[in-house]
């Protein structure tokens, strides 16, 4: 009967203990998927926002995003770990991308190169992506079109005021 008294309690305790160690891991494991989609997401901003700082002249020469993309986005745990595919493309019509792998190591690779870009618009997608530790993989992408205000500053005189984008967009619909 003492045997009885003393295990039962012992094993229940025991159980308890486990259970909540089990949903602990689950929390801290949901925690640090949180936290690298955060940073993914991130890391594709501030990749997006070094591509949008470059001339447009830039953005078609394949040495000059090749030497952008072998720095890391940003200093994060993330991208030490990430691949990055950017692929740039003309737009409306592609005639063509031009894609770059970075490697987590920080090594770029061109994949392909586009045979003409135009002088006009060109769209970019960039990706990053992780195989996380515990569970499914983390990523995030975003694209953007950039206009080549060299080339639509004699159609449109007042972009040099206000810039490119303020003036594509009409701010009303004619009835």
Request: net charge positive; charged share 20%.
């Amino acid at each position: 009967m003492i045997l009885e008294n003393t295990l039962v309690p012992l094993y229940l305790g025991l159980t308890v203990s486990i259970v909540v160690s089990g949903f602990h891991a689950i929390r801290v494991r949901r925690i640090r998927a949180s936290e690298e989609s955060a940073a993914a997401a991130q890391a594709v901003k501030d990749r997006r926002d070094m591509l949008r700082n470059l001339a447009f002249a830039d953005l078609t020469n394949p040495a000059r995003i090749r030497r952008v993309l072998e720095t890391a986005a940003n200093g994060s745990d993330f991208c030490k770990k990430a691949t990055e595919v950017t692929k740039i493309s003309a737009s409306p019509v592609p005639h063509g991308i031009m894609q770059f792998t970075r490697a987590p190591d920080g090594t770029v690779k061109i994949d392909s190169t586009a045979a003409n870009l135009g002088s006009l618009l060109i769209e970019i997608h960039i990706s990053a992506a992780l195989q996380a530790t515990f569970g499914r993989g983390r990523w995030a992408q975003t694209r953007m079109v950039v206009a080549n205000q060299k080339a639509f500053v004699p159609i449109f005189p007042s972009f040099r005021k206000q810039g490119v984008s303020s003036k594509l967009i009409p701010s009303r619909v004619p009835t």
